[in-house]
């Protein structure tokens, strides 16, 4: 019996890209027992949006490093040319996503890699591409070419819509929702679980594994929790896209426990040693893969 997840999120958003430790960790635990939508937010539909509420890129950046301590995904501290509206991009992960597969995830990981470890602006098409093409299986300048399309619009606007339903709920009784444009919306990341009895439950806004587990565990007691992984190379070939250093120590972390991030880069850095992984260099971190 699997559980529905719908995943509100945006690729601009720093907690979303900061939940993915917890996010990683709930797909290890669960598996296939979840069945994921991926609905994109819309943070902004442009950048002055940012501007009238008194964001610079020097005031973004400030701020990653705080972001970068408590939860560990890769920063990068250079100080872009303007703030980004994220409706492009979002357009883009939506488009990924209705290719089938993890292609959408993988999409939202590429373009959040980009946003917030280079200098490169979320906003342009050309560094949508290029970020795009980084994962196999997508065309970044084909998914570019159509953002603009009226059907493109008009199904990005439904997810907008869907998005801004968050008055009374949950989410919204934990202050955890948002009201940017006239309507109460689900903040980055998101996640309503809904049993296939259409009983559901809001785990609204950044939140920690242990929140997840818990709705989990009340929704459906009957799902089987999959223990950590005893190692790297376990985590790394049970995902289908490369892992941070952040993401990989949330996975094999026992419940409850913080990770033990020394362990795991002393790991990583062995197995890299032997030929058995890769890795490449985002911001203050690096992503592995396994070859």
């Not at 999120?9 to 890209?17: I, L, S």
């Not at 058995?276 to 260099?281: D, F, H, P």
């Amino acid at each position: 019996m699997t559980v529905a997840v719908t995943h509100f999120t945006d690729p601009g958003c720093p907690w979303a890209y900061s939940a993915r430790p917890a996010l990683r960790t709930l797909e290890w635990r669960f598996g296939d027992q979840l069945a994921w939508e991926l609905v994109v937010i819309g943070l902004t539909e442009d950048a002055k949006q940012y501007e009238d509420r008194g964001y610079t890129p020097e005031r973004m950046v400030s701020s990653w490093p705080v972001y970068h301590e408590r939860f560990g995904m890769p920063f990068g501290y250079q100080v872009k040319a303007g703030v980004s509206a994220t409706s492009r991009a979002c357009r883009a992960v939506m488009l990924a996503n209705e290719q089938g597969g993890q292609l959408g995830e993988a999409a939202l990981s590429a373009l959040q890699l980009m946003h917030f470890t280079t200098t490169e602006m979320l906003q342009y098409p050309a560094a949508i591409a290029a970020a795009l093409n980084e994962v196999a299986g997508l065309d970044g300048e084909a998914i570019v070419a159509r953002l603009d399309d009226d059907d493109v619009l008009e199904r990005y606007e439904l997810q907008r819509s869907r998005a801004r339903q968050a008055a009374g709920g949950a989410t919204e009784a934990q202050g955890k929702s948002a009201n940017s444009d006239g309507a109460v919306r689900f903040t980055a990341p998101s996640l309503i679980f809904t049993a296939p009895d259409g009983r559901s439950l809001e785990a609204g806004g950044f939140q920690p594994i242990e929140a997840y587990d818990v709705t989990l565990a009340n929704l459906n007691p009957a799902l089987v929790r999959r223990p950590p992984p005893e190692s790297v190379s376990e985590v790394l070939e049970s995902f289908a896209v490369p892992l941070t250093t952040a993401e990989i120590a949330a996975v094999m972390a026992e419940p409850l426990m913080a990770p033990n991030t020394g362990a795991v880069i002393a790991e990583l850095q062995d197995l890299t040693a032997e030929g058995r992984l890769g890795r490449e260099i985002v911001g203050d971190d690096a992503l592995w893969r396994a070859l």
